[in-house]
């Protein structure tokens, strides 16, 4: 795989060694979500399914343990360009259905016409070239197919401490192309995706998690921008979400004895769907 069809800084942050936090730190998906995603398709099961970034198989795990899943996947053909994400998700994905490749969003290496279903979880604003992948999308799903962009992201609306840790962190991106910045958007534009799929359908959901100071620090350690920072550096940035949670603008305690607070946080689907 071309080292140049991978962004540098998310090759280097979520390189190998980088790989047990990112699984261990990162939030699940909603059920809610993966229904939604389910009754969006409207050909019969069981379905061939092509996961882009599969990383170390968060979405994976999650779509296969869901009651409106489980028995409705024929084969999942994970895809995902770094080999520390790769080994993490072929020991954590127990699943005779479900494999993983080396692979990118416009070189997939899927048959034509085979999937039933694209889903591109937490991924898709690093991709470096929108028409190539919407033509490489197209030429994968099946008629009537569709593409499911998702992405988890803290809310920074719903509290002011979680906008507090959200502009400490993000002052170091270092100009990668974070899912906020919304310059994915421009896929919607590009001739391989007008020519091929319909407008986008988006759904936002809003809800909580559990979390305790670990959980925060975690999170904000496996962003790629935060983990290729030096030692020094990165103990700066955890002392200052420390300093944040000690103040605790807005935070509201679940259990404070045991030290576990809600973490607001959002889900937008967006769906393309294949004309």
């Not at 061939?48 to 343990?65: C, K, P, S, Y």
């Not at 690093?126 to 962009?149: H, I, M, Q, T």
């Not at 975690?218 to 103040?247: M, N």
Request: proline letters at 5%; one cysteine or more.
């Amino acid at each position: 795989m071309s080292a140049a069809t991978v962004h540098q800084i998310a090759a280097q942050g979520f390189g190998t060694g980088t790989n047990e936090l990112y699984d261990r730190a990162r939030p699940s998906y909603q059920s809610a979500v993966l229904s939604h995603v389910r009754n969006a398709l409207k050909s019969p099961a069981p379905y061939n399914v092509v996961e882009i970034g599969a990383g170390t198989g968060i979405f994976t795990r999650a779509l296969l343990a869901h009651p409106e899943w489980a028995s409705a996947i024929k084969e999942l053909r994970a895809v995902e360009p770094s080999p520390g994400m790769r080994e993490v998700f072929a020991r954590t994905v127990a699943d005779e259905r479900a494999s993983v490749t080396e692979g990118t969003f416009d070189n997939t290496g899927v048959e034509d016409g085979w999937a039933d279903l694209i889903v591109i979880a937490q991924a898709y604003h690093w991709c470096p070239d929108y028409n190539k992948a919407s033509a490489e999308f197209a030429r994968v799903l099946k008629p009537n197919g569709f593409v499911a962009f998702v992405w988890n992201l803290d809310d920074r609306d719903a509290a002011a401490w979680v906008a507090q840790l959200r502009d400490s962190i993000e002052l170091h991106e270092s100009g990668t192309p974070q899912f906020r910045l919304g310059l994915w958007r421009a896929t919607f534009s590009t001739p391989s995706y007008t020519a091929s799929f319909a407008p986008p359908e988006e759904n936002l959901w809003k809800y909580v998690l559990p979390a305790s100071r670990d959980t925060v620090v975690d999170r904000a350690r496996s962003k790629s921008y935060i983990a290729i920072l030096d030692p020094e550096k990165k103990q700066e940035v955890v002392g200052g979400i420390h300093k944040i949670l000690d103040k605790g603008d807005g935070l509201k305690w679940i259990d404070e004895k045991e030290g576990v607070f809600e973490y607001p946080y959002t889900t937008l689907v967006v769906i393309g769907r294949k004309k």
